[in-house]
């Protein structure tokens, strides 16, 4: 079975960074990719980035968090990670990590998720 | 940066109604890159349909998807009471990879 499953979810205050970790078991990591996406209470849902589990140099995140976010995998434990810098209170939301199956553009659909980490911003 | 706009935003129906939820891009997905989640309170999403029209594993046949272009549709044919959920449509053709607002589905 494919299970996803998140940890690093907490509260942080504004100008801090967070870390958040995605273990995945159950297929072949270096198979496919993770993305990240994220939802703000009450709202939609974002997609912010997408790295290979092939290999680290295939990667993208969205514009808009460019400089702030960084995507990493270790393939000995395959796990993926989020990190997200200079957080402020916009960024409170439910992160969730998904499972993509293209591992060389980052076109795809999601077919497994994490359960989730509620990040959430304050002072 | 493409933009799908879900409609309506709140559909009020009864178990064994039939669905439909509507979802338009602002640019072709000429791949027809377009995969529908579900939402339930306090859940993650979970994949219905991908590829526009192919219903993911475990999804009952009551769910169809269709469309192509800019216009796509989510049908379900006969509501049972665990439908009743937030259902969002998803472009995953060009980066960004962008999602609807979504459809409420109420009883």
């Known amino acids: 079975q494919v299970h996803l499953v998140q940890s690093g979810a907490g509260v942080r205050k504004p100008g801090a960074s967070v870390q958040l970790s995605c273990k995945t078991s159950g297929y072949a990591f270096t198979s496919f990719a993770v993305s990240w996406v994220r939802q703000a209470p009450g709202q939609g849902l974002e997609w912010m980035g997408w790295i290979s589990g092939y290999s680290s140099a295939y990667a993208k995140t969205a514009q808009k968090f460019q400089g702030r976010v960084r995507l990493t995998t270790d393939t000995s434990t395959n796990t993926a990670y989020l990190d997200l810098r200079s957080l402020t209170s916009d960024d409170t939301a439910v992160y969730y990590c998904?499972?993509?199956?293209?591992?060389?553009?980052?076109?795809?659909?999601?077919?497994?998720w994490g359960q989730g980490a509620l990040v959430s911003v304050s002072s | 940066e493409i933009v799908l706009r879900q409609s309506p935003g709140t559909l009020s129906l009864s178990p064994g109604e039939r669905a439909t939820l509507s979802c338009r891009a602002s640019q072709s997905l000429t791949t027809s890159s377009l995969a529908w989640y579900q939402q339930k309170p306090g859940q993650a999403p979970r994949l219905l349909i991908f590829g526009a029209l192919s219903r993911a594993t475990g999804i009952p046949d009551r769910f169809s998807g269709s469309g192509s272009g800019t216009d796509f549709t989510l049908t379900i044919s006969s509501l049972e009471s665990e439908d009743f959920a937030v259902y969002y449509c998803?472009?995953?053709?060009?980066?960004?990879?962008?999602f609807g607002q979504g459809t409420k589905l109420e009883i």
């Open positions: 998803q472009q995953y053709g060009d980066s960004p990879y962008t």
């Open positions: 998904v499972r993509c199956n293209d591992i060389l553009s980052g076109n795809c659909f999601f077919d497994y």
